[in-house]
Nanobody
Framework: QVQLVESGGGLVQAGGSLRLSCAAS????????MGWYRQAPGKQRELVAS???????DYADSVKGRFTISRDNAKNTVYLQMNSLKPEDTGLYYC?????????WGQGTQVTVSS
């Protein structure tokens, strides 16, 4: 079992920045992959950014150049730095990890971008 606790969401104006954090109850070295997903009202959950244990990263086209996923292994924490936020970035952001082949999700943190 892996517990994930997200934080850092909030209300921000368009053009602003937020940094989301996802603290894991186990070492990040035990995770095959980690990622951030979001779900807007009435839409399906979508992948925003991901990173593997080896350090490779992947981003949705809509956030490339604006969002950055990173990790602090000492704190067992994955971050999502979000810059130049747009109203369409509004949604509930979830952290997900793949731990020994099982997926674990956090409870989500709300991001609202006003125009």
């Amino acid at each position: 079992q892996v517990q994930l606790v997200e934080s850092g969401g909030g209300l921000v104006q368009a053009g602003g920045s937020l940094r989301l954090s996802c603290a894991a109850s186990k070492s990040l070295f035990s995770m095959n992959a980690m990622g951030w997903y979001r779900q807007a009202p009435g839409k399906q959950r979508e992948l925003v950014a991901s990173t593997t244990r080896g350090g490779s990263t992947d981003y949705a086209d809509s956030v490339k150049g604006r969002f950055t996923i990173s990790r602090d292994n000492a704190k067992n924490t994955v971050y999502l730095q979000m810059n130049s936020l747009k109203p369409e970035d509004t949604g509930l952001y979830y952290c997900k990890v793949d731990h020994v082949g099982w997926n674990y999700w956090g409870q989500g943190t709300q991001v609202t971008v006003s125009s």
